[in-house]
């Protein structure tokens, strides 16, 4: 009988010589000008559509290493993978698409083996490859997008497996593949400056893994921390959800004031909402200040997922409730902005790990906010765009005050405050490498808060210094 891992490699396999056999039977590949000429009207013929469709994809080469505090592990990993995608030209405004992504463990640090002092995994280097199965190194293959849409003018619709990206449900893509979901998904432009985005999520397969998970299992497949009295949480597995519903408008109510709304209900779970405004002042020579505020609320749906508050994910009866500003400055090579974020000590703010990034103004990669409460958050960024020279600076500090560690009704992982410190620079190559671009990412944290002699609290946590180091190719 066939397992899940050997239809995976049918199901490619199978996707792959389908996209040969279309380009040997034309002789070549349509270029990409042809195929946006083609795109704008519907095909003859559903044969046309599918020997004249898109051909596009990704490699991707990723080196990450951790350097923690003296007598802790050390870990680093390199990986190498990609996506390949097939999309159909339009039918009768009908179009398909099909992608499967591929992950190559090419020399890495056991990934499986606990910290020897303090018993915590690896929590970064491991997010490269799948953490349920830490020491597997091949075959770590998805069909992450298998979908059917109809556009009917400026809008669509799309069912099957696909990528979204919102305030809560996103990409996240940091590792070597982005999250993906399952469901029917609608954007909406049929009225001039409001653009809707909405649509119902019944399976999620979260990035660092190779699986397709219903929305209350996925939860806790990352990390789960401990419940608000310090006991281990036990949601994993215990909770169920239907589905997620989600929407989010945006609006330009004039050129310069922007607003988006979004709201996502996790059926017998939570539901969580944000608003967000973005307001711009053009200035001379081409000069912008920009400002934006953001404000997100939470409250516990029915019994949080589990009747049992020890096997729940959000608390009975809880709300969380979070609002942030920024303030910035740019012109067309330089962008500096200030940010703060607060979350109250009503609760924790809860966004599932596995879903996406939570949406704060203060977030910088390698870090989050999510799991705590009674936080104030402070993040400066400095920008510097040369266009001519394809190369892209960024220059990020914050500092992150949080409860203790012991207070586990707002510290869920047992997070101290933190400083952070990002540099982060991209090139992109042109002519005979057009489609290559490279990136270098350091990322330094200094511990801030109280860790009581215990490197628990301090391993892939605080005082670590990371290097990240990838290379894209897009074709």
């Given at each position: ?278 307001y711009s002042i053009p200035l001379k020579n081409g000069r912008l200040l920009f400002f934006s505020m ?99 600076t960024v220059l990020a500090a914050g500092y992150y005050k949080l409860p203790g560690v012991k207070n ?46 215990n490197n628990k609290f301090v391993i892939n946590k605080v005082d670590m210094l990371q290097y990240n ?7």
């Open positions: 009988m066939l397992n899940q891992t050997m239809i995976k490699k049918i199901v490619i396999t199978f996707s792959a010589l389908h996209i040969i056999f279309i380009a040997v039977s034309q002789d070549i590949l349509p270029n990409e000008n042809q195929l946006m000429s083609n795109s704008k009207n519907d095909t003859v013929s559903l044969l046309q559509a599918f020997t004249s469709g898109r051909f596009a994809g990704h490699f991707r080469y990723f080196f990450m290493a951790t350097d923690n505090k003296k007598g802790l592990t050390d870990y680093y990993a390199n990986a190498a993978g990609g996506e390949i995608k097939y999309e159909i030209l339009k039918f009768h405004n009908f179009k398909f698409a099909i992608a499967g992504s591929y992950i190559i463990n090419i020399g890495s640090s056991n990934l499986s083996k606990p910290d020897t002092l303090t018993g915590q995994n690896n929590r970064y280097e491991i997010g490269l490859f799948d953490i349920t199965a830490p020491s597997k190194k091949r075959d770590l293959i998805l069909l992450q997008e298998f979908n059917v849409g109809y556009q009917f003018k400026n809008s669509f619709i799309r069912i099957g497996r696909q990528l979204i990206n919102g305030a809560f449900i996103n990409l996240q893509d940091g590792r070597m593949r982005p999250t993906a979901v399952n469901g029917i998904w609608a954007e909406l432009n049929a009225i001039k400056k409001l653009h809707i985005q909405l649509g119902w999520v019944w399976a999620i397969s979260p990035r660092s893994t190779t699986s397709w998970y219903k929305p209350g299992e996925s939860i806790g497949v990352f990390s789960t921390g401990v419940n608000p009295d310090g006991s281990k949480s036990g949601y994993y597995n215990n909770v169920k959800s239907n589905g997620i519903a989600l929407i989010q408008v945006d609006i330009a109510i004039a050129q310069n004031i922007k607003i988006k709304a979004e709201n996502m209900f996790v059926e017998n779970i939570f539901n969580t909402s944000m608003f967000q405004m973005d953001q404000t997100v609320q939470q409250f516990a749906m029915n019994d949080g997922g589990n009747s049992d508050q020890a096997k729940t994910y959000f608390a009975k009866g809880t709300n969380a409730l979070t609002f942030g500003t920024r303030l910035g400055w740019k012109n067309k090579k330089w962008e500096i902005a200030l940010n703060y974020n607060r979350i109250t000590s009503l609760s924790r703010y809860l966004s599932p790990r596995e879903w996406g990034l939570e949406p704060f103004l203060t977030n910088l990669p390698r870090e989050r906010n999510e799991g705590l409460g009674d936080v104030h958050a402070f993040m400066g960024k400095l920008t510097y765009d040369m266009p001519k020279q394809r190369i892209k586990y009704a707002l510290n869920k992982y047992g997070l101290p405050s933190y400083t952070q410190i990002n540099a982060d620079i991209r090139y992109t190559f042109a002519h005979m490498l057009k489609g290559l671009d490279a990136q270098f990412l350091v990322v330094w944290k200094s511990k801030d808060g109280e860790t009581y002699n180091f990838v290379l894209n190719y897009h074709f």
